[in-house]
Structures are given as C-alpha cells and as structure tokens.
C-alpha cells in the first residue's frame, strides 16, 4: 500500500512540477533587416505599407499623365499627397503610408514635391516669423510658394469574412491623381492585399 | 517519511495556487470610489492592489476594468490603449493552451487565462468608438464600429440559427428561447452606434442596415430584448433638422459569487447537494444525483460561480437642452441582462466540468488520506501515527482549497444603456443629462455646450454609476 501511495504521489508531484516549468519561457530578441516580411497577428504592417506605397509610385510613374505633363510643360510636375482614409477595420497609422509614398516620389527624380497641409502650416508660421526675426538676407520669401500641379489622395479599406478560427481579411488601397486645375482624375490604381489569418483552438 | 514530505508540498502547492483571493472583497474600496465618481482614486487604488486583485492569467480583466475606469475618468486616451489591449488578449487567449487546461483539471477554472465573454469583446469596442468621438476621432471611431460589426457577424454565424428558429415560429406553441439558451450574437447597442456614425457620414444605405439589425436583435433575441426599440426608424435619415444622439448608461454590471455545493457518494452514485442561503435565512437544497463508478462514504466541497446582479437605481433619464426638457431616454440594452444570459449558457458547461473534478479529485485526494493514515498507525510509533493523521488533514484542506470557483468578470461596464433622438436646429447647446430615481433626483449630469452640426455624429454619452 505504502509503495503505491509513493508512486502515485510521485508521479503527481512530478506532473505539477513539469506543468510548472514548462510554463517558464524566455523572450528572445533578434534584429531582422527591414526588407524582411514577417506578419504576427494579421493585421497591416509597416510590410504592406512599404510594398503598396513602391508598387503604387512605380505604376503611378509608368502611366501616360507624366508624359504628357512634361512635354507639355518640359519640367517635372509638382505633386502634394493629401489625405489617406482609413475606411477599414483596423486603426491603420496611415500617415505613415503617406511618407512611404512620399519618400517613393522624391526618391524617383522624376516628379517634384511639396509639403503636405499639416508640415505647410508650420513652415508659414515659421517663414513669417522670419519675416521680423532673421537677417534680411536670409528671409525666406512671402507669396513665393510652389504650387502643385497634382495631388495624390486616397483611402484604405477592408473587408473581413470570418468563422472561427479562421479569416479572411481583404485590404483594398485606392489611390487617385488629381489635376489641381482642372479637377481631372489623370490616374488612379487599386491595390489589394489578401491574408488567410488561422488560429488554432488549442496549442501546449 | 519521504511520502510525507511528498504531500506536505503537494499540500503547499494545492493550497498556495488555489488561493484565489477574495476578489469580491478586496474590490469593494474600488467600487466605492467609483460609485461616487471618484474614478481616479478608483485606478490608484486597482494599481496598488493590482497584483492582488489580478493574477497573471487575468491580463483581459486588468486592462477591461483599467480601460473602463479610464473612459469614465475622461481620460480617453489611456482608456483607448488599456481597452485595446484587453482586444489584443481576448484575440491571443481565443486558442486554449493545453498547459493551463491540465493543471485546471488538478486544480480549479482560475488557472486558465480568462479570454473574455462575448459581450465584453463587444462592449470594450462600444467604449472605445465613444472614447474616439470623445477624442474628436470619428474616423478611429468608425473602425471600431467596423470591428464591431467584424465580431457580431462572426458570432451571428455561430448563433444565429438557433435563435432565428425561435423568432420565426409565431404562435402559442413556438418554442420560447429561456435563459441559458440565448446565445448573445447581436447587439442594438453597437448597431445603434453603427447607425449614429454612419448616419453622420450621409451613408443612408449603411445606416439603414444598421437600423434593420438593431430590430432584429430585438426580434431575434427576445429575452435579452424584452422591451420595445426606442429608436424610431425615421432616425435613419432625418429631414426636419439635425438629430442629437444621447446615449445615457447607468448602474453596475453583474459581479459572480461562489455558492459551496457538497458531493456525496454511495455505491456507484454521486450526489450533489446544493446549499444556499435565501432572504428568510432559509437554506433550500437541491439534489442531484448520477450514476459514477465509486465507492459510498466519500463527502468533499467544493465550489460554483453565481451571478449577482448589481442593477441600478435610476428609474428615468431626463435630457436637457438649455435647461428645456427635451424628453427622455428609454432603454436600449439590459447590458446586464446580456452578461447574466451569457453566464447562464455557460453554466451547465462549469457545472459538470466541477463536479466531475472535484469527485476525482477529491476520491483521490481522500484514498491517499486514508492511506497516509494507515502507513502512520502501521508504522507502529506515536510520531508516525500523528503525521499520518496530520497528512490527511492537510489533504482534505488543500483540496478544498483548490477547488474554488472562478469568479472573475469585467466589473465596470454600467448595467444599463439608455437612448434618445432630438431633432434640433444646427446650433450650440448645453446639454445636461438628469438621473431620476424613485425619490427624485439622483445625479445631474452637465456636458457642457454641444455643436449640433451637420456631418457631425452629434453624440453624447453620459454615465451615472448608481
């Protein structure tokens, strides 16, 4: 009796001590290069941002308008990226997608660029402090602004189907070209991004 | 004596991982603050007792409770953050780990991470779209009514079947749906949020959708909806103004309590007494008995949550507009009714997952009892006899203890949501929203001056906690 009670309470004593230290996991961190795609929870990553911003620009360079805009002008248009909405399900920090595509049209050399709303303003409180604080000769001009001839904007939605365990979730990026004279849309492109994210019900 | 030993750290360890603190108990100074709209002490005092009141497995409770004392503390931001990352965990803890589910067959249901009922998935997303438009944030406002709407139609896939059955058989006969039957998949809250948002984007079409799935939780969900809609569908598109929104809560969401429950065996039968004091002082008991290969003499406890509702004192809600009544807000969602239902349907589930493990546990905790006994009177000394006794002992204590019944439940979401529509003017008014209780008033609530515009949400939402 006394044999079977020790066995048992061993194996019991053993059972709660490997359950108990197998719950002792250490966190591990590793550096990756920024090309790197990884996705952990499904959701919009810095990734997708990165690889809609270059895929746009690269078929926003590739179409007719630029062509057009620089034989009949002979120089490079001057484009502003407005706003980006997030009509999707997730709080996408679309501001950064912004830059992404922001970065992507100056890094081309062939479009030139003006500050968006937000960095405008601050500019022309600054320019206008200027006006009674620095030296003369280093005065930023009034009215001396580059107009854009276009201006990009855009929205991100998402449609999400899911059971269980289980979604689907369809990123869609519009994005449009517009002429600022004319309101004419000279470009607009789609863009969707498909992810299948599983859950398992039960892992160790 | 090594067996001894053995059980004397089985003992410690049943005994240290099975005290779950009375949460109930250490909760009540928070509940207190809270109650009289002290929110900031109420968070001090969760952050000082935070490692008491919550156990690394309770990571969704913590930022729940944290999120929702934030919102009402008008500290929106930090609410958003606490709010957003009980989301994230309610998301992680979807998949059980194994682990956890192992040792809570040893021990009790407090050792698996709580991954958050339904409704509080939905209602942490409900507080935040408000704390957005608080935030002056429509559009992050917007994706949590898309998140939302991602949720119910998940939980509609899984429910609604059953429920649609219900609510499409008319007549005396038709099956009625009773509590522990209603799956929780559709709420007239969050649709009604849904409908203000995109009513204020001018998207009627969305709006009305909207509209058509707040009737039909209405419809479909009969016990948690009992009352009429107070929201009209004219409200969808507006023509003779712009309408106010208010949404108005009130009280204090359900808390669960254990009540102890006794097992007794016969030969090849376990009873189960259930013993619970009423009103009168009374102790009615209920039995229940089923067929088990087991000995007869075998007596344990052990316990099960109850839900306690903790309701709300307000009887009306007046609604204001520069000191002129503009009517009053009607019920829209028995958010409590919704958290008792839910806990209802899950009841019979912990029921026999605990009788289950406390009769195997507790069998086999007293046959390595009896036999602790026998090996010290066999051992033929007075020490050995005494630490024998004291062996079984400690067993029978440390099994009691570990069978504790999981009580652990957001405890800040209000009781109640009210809802009204004004029609006004574009213009600025001073909205005050008035609690009314039996004997008059109990809480005004001043919101200072609102812009009613034009493509706004024009939503208000006031919170009184009595």
């Given at each position: 009796?006394?044999v079977?009670?020790?066995s048992?309470v061993?194996?019991?004593?053993?059972?709660v001590?490997?359950?108990?230290?197998?719950?002792?996991?250490t966190?591990?961190?590793?550096?990756t290069?920024l090309?790197?795609?990884?996705?952990?929870?499904?959701?919009?990553n810095?990734?997708?941002s990165?690889i809609?911003?270059?895929?746009?620009?690269?078929?926003?360079?590739?179409?007719?308008w630029?062509?057009?805009?620089q034989?009949a002008q002979?120089?490079?248009?001057?484009v502003?990226?407005g706003d980006?909405?997030?009509?999707s399900?997730?709080h996408?920090q679309?501001?950064?997608?912004?830059?992404?595509?922001e970065?992507?049209l100056?890094n081309s050399?062939?479009?030139?660029?003006?500050?968006?709303?937000a960095?405008?303003?601050?500019?022309?409180?600054e320019?206008?402090?200027?006006?009674t604080?620095?030296?003369?000769?280093t005065?930023?001009?009034l009215?001396?602004?580059?107009?854009?001839?276009?201006?990009?904007?855009?929205?991100?939605?998402?449609?999400?189907?899911?059971?269980?365990?289980?979604?689907?979730?369809?990123?869609?990026?519009?994005?449009?070209?517009v002429?600022m004279?004319?309101?004419?849309?000279?470009?607009?492109?789609?863009?969707?991004?498909?992810?299948l994210?599983?859950?398992?019900?039960?892992?160790? | 004596?090594?067996?001894r030993?053995?059980?004397?750290?089985?003992?410690?360890?049943?005994?240290?991982?099975?005290?779950?603190?009375?949460?109930?108990?250490l909760?009540?100074e928070?509940?207190?603050?809270?109650?009289?709209?002290?929110?900031?002490?109420a968070?001090?005092?969760?952050?000082?007792n935070?490692?008491?009141?919550f156990?690394d497995?309770d990571?969704?409770?913590?930022?729940?409770?944290?999120?929702?004392l934030?919102?009402f503390a008008?500290?929106?931001?930090?609410?958003?953050?606490?709010?957003?990352?009980?989301?994230r965990?309610?998301?992680e803890?979807?998949t059980?780990?194994?682990?956890?589910?192992?040792v809570?067959?040893?021990?009790?249901?407090?050792?698996?991470n709580?991954?958050?009922?339904?409704?509080?998935?939905?209602?942490?997303?409900?507080?935040?779209?408000?704390?957005?438009?608080?935030?002056?944030?429509?559009?992050?406002a917007?994706?949590?009514v898309?998140?939302?709407?991602?949720?119910?139609?998940l939980l509609?896939t899984?429910?609604?079947?059953?429920?649609?059955?219900?609510?499409?058989?008319?007549?005396?006969d038709?099956?009625?749906p009773?509590?522990?039957?209603?799956?929780?998949?559709?709420?007239a809250?969050?649709?009604?949020?849904?409908?203000?948002i995109?009513?204020?984007?001018?998207?009627?079409?969305?709006a009305?959708?909207?509209?058509?799935?707040?009737?039909?939780?209405?419809?479909e969900?009969?016990?948690?909806?009992?009352?009429?809609?107070p929201?009209?569908?004219k409200?969808?598109?507006p023509?003779?103004g712009?309408?106010?929104?208010?949404?108005?809560f009130?009280?204090?969401?359900?808390?669960?309590?254990?009540?102890?429950?006794?097992?007794?065996t016969?030969?090849?039968?376990?009873?189960?007494?259930?013993?619970q004091e009423d009103?009168?002082?009374?102790?009615?008991s209920?039995?229940?008995?089923?067929e088990?290969?087991?000995e007869?003499?075998?007596?344990?406890?052990?316990?099960?949550?109850?839900?306690?509702?903790?309701?709300?004192?307000?009887?009306?809600?007046r609604?204001?507009?520069?000191?002129?009544e503009?009517?009053e807000?009607q019920?829209?969602?028995?958010?409590q009714?919704?958290?008792?239902?839910t806990?209802q349907?899950?009841r019979?589930?912990?029921?026999?997952?605990?009788?289950?493990?406390?009769?195997?546990?507790?069998?086999?905790?007293?046959?390595?009892?009896?036999?602790?006994?026998?090996?010290?009177?066999?051992?033929?000394?007075?020490?050995g006899?005494l630490?024998?006794?004291?062996?079984?002992?400690?067993?029978d204590?440390?099994?009691d203890?570990?069978?504790?019944?999981?009580?652990?439940?957001?405890?800040?979401?209000?009781?109640?949501?009210h809802?009204?529509e004004w029609?006004l003017?574009?213009?600025?008014?001073?909205i005050?929203?008035?609690?009314?209780?039996p004997?008059?008033?109990?809480?005004r609530?001043?919101?200072?001056?609102?812009?009613?515009?034009?493509?706004?949400?024009?939503?208000v939402?006031?919170f009184?906690n009595?």
């Open positions: 009796m006394i079977r009670v020790k048992t061993f194996a019991t004593t053993l059972l001590v490997l359950l108990i230290v197998s719950g002792c996991a966190r591990t961190v590793t550096r290069g090309d790197e795609q990884i996705d952990l929870s499904g959701r919009w810095d990734t997708d990165r809609v911003a270059r895929d746009m620009v690269d078929d926003a360079l590739n179409r007719p630029l062509r057009n805009f034989q002979s120089r490079a248009p001057v502003l990226v980006v909405r997030n009509r399900s997730e996408i679309t501001d950064i997608f912004i830059r992404n595509i970065r992507e100056i050399g062939q479009v030139r660029f003006v500050a968006g709303d960095a405008r303003e601050a500019i022309r409180a320019r206008l402090d200027q006006q604080q620095a030296r003369p000769e005065v930023a001009r009215g001396a602004e580059t107009g854009a001839d276009f201006m990009m904007y855009g929205a991100v939605d998402s449609i999400t189907d899911a059971i269980e365990g289980q979604r689907v979730v369809t990123y869609q990026v519009d994005l449009q070209l002429d004279q004319s309101n004419e849309i000279v470009w607009l492109n789609t863009i969707e991004i498909r992810k994210i599983a859950q398992p019900r039960a892992r160790w | 004596m090594r067996v030993y053995c059980l004397l750290g089985l003992t410690v360890f049943f005994v240290s991982l099975g005290c779950t603190t009375t949460r109930n108990t909760f009540l928070i509940d207190t603050a809270a109650q009289r709209g002290d929110f900031d002490t968070l001090v005092l969760m952050e000082q935070e490692r008491t009141l156990s497995r990571g969704v409770l913590l930022h729940l409770d944290r999120g929702m934030l919102h008008g500290r929106h931001r930090e609410s958003v953050l606490e709010l957003q990352e009980a989301e965990l309610i998301e803890y979807f059980l780990q194994l682990r956890q589910a192992a809570s067959l040893l021990l009790n249901d407090t050792a698996m709580y991954a958050g009922e339904d409704f509080e998935d939905i209602y942490l997303n409900v507080f935040n779209a408000l704390n957005f438009l608080a935030l002056n944030d429509p559009e992050a917007f994706v949590e898309r998140r939302i709407d991602n949720k119910l139609n509609e899984k429910y609604r079947s059953l429920a649609a059955g219900f609510a499409a058989a008319d007549g005396f038709a099956p009625q009773t509590p522990g039957e209603t799956r929780f998949y559709n709420s809250l969050a649709r009604y949020l849904a409908l203000v995109y009513r204020s984007e001018g998207n009627v079409d969305s009305r959708i909207s509209f058509e799935q707040m009737e039909n939780a209405f419809a969900q009969p016990s948690l909806y009992p009352h009429p809609n929201i009209a569908r409200s969808i598109e023509t003779d712009i309408p106010l929104s208010v949404l108005a009130s009280g204090r969401s359900p808390i669960k309590r254990a009540s102890t429950l006794r097992i007794r016969e030969r090849n039968r376990v009873i189960v007494i259930v013993s009103d009168m002082g009374l102790i009615p209920a039995y229940l008995s089923f088990f290969p087991v007869a003499g075998y007596n344990f406890r052990f316990e099960l949550p109850r839900m306690e509702l903790r309701g709300s004192e307000v009887t009306r809600i609604v204001l507009a520069d000191g002129r503009l009517g807000a019920l829209l969602e028995d958010m009714r919704i958290a008792y239902e806990f349907v899950s019979p589930i912990v029921f026999v997952r605990s009788v289950v493990r406390a009769t195997l546990k507790g069998i086999a905790g007293q046959r390595a009892g009896r036999a602790m006994e026998e090996a010290g009177a066999a051992s033929g000394s007075a020490i006899w630490a024998g006794a004291i062996g079984a002992i400690a067993t204590i440390a099994l203890q570990s069978e504790q019944a999981d009580l652990r439940i957001s405890r800040f979401f209000p009781a109640f949501a809802a009204g029609v003017d574009p213009g600025t008014y001073r005050e929203i008035e609690y009314l209780g004997r008059g008033l109990l809480w609530d001043d919101l200072g001056n609102i812009d009613v515009r034009p493509g706004s949400p024009n939503l939402s006031s009184f009595g």
